[in-house]
């Protein structure tokens, strides 16, 4: 049964690893912070699994992934600013405008971290409202109006600088 669990951990972290640090960096704005907050992660996941078993990894670790920003972001508020040269760095396909990736990532950086943790659950994980509020620990209710918030402020800080940069009305990130 314990080869059972590390197997599956195993194969987990192998096939997921990626995508988690993408998520990790898209709230944080730092992929050595992404890193970290990736690695402290998967160690509460593996821990957890070993001990009492995680019925749902994905779900489980997209939880203490959030709370691990979180976390992070209320114990260390020195690092609540990082290099806006980073998000140059972010690698894209070819044919993605590079002028256009930084903007928006300079403007969801621009956001409180909750209303981040909470678009990017959302919208970036493609999760729904109560899955967010899950992972978050807060009712759906403040998911929705933590996205809503975070979508005027992403509007405001994108209309005028470029016609194909304003968000739809809508609510599409």
Known sequence: MASDVEAEL????????LHLRRTAYLLCGDWHRAEDIVQTTLARVVVAARRRGVEN???????????VYLDERRRLPWRREGPLAEAAALPQPPAIDQALSVTLLAALRSLPPRQRAAVVLRYWEDRSTEETAE????????VKSQCAKAMA??????????PQLS?????GA
């Open 167 to 171: 968000l739809n009305e809508g609510g």
């Open 10 to 17: 195993h194969s987990y972290v192998e096939a997921r690893y």
């Open 153 to 162: 402020t992403l509007r405001a800080s994108l209309d005028g600088l470029r």
């Open 135 to 142: 992972a978050l620990g807060v009712s759906p209710g403040t």
């Open 57 to 67: 990894l994905d779900a489980y670790t997209r939880t203490a992934l959030a709370r």
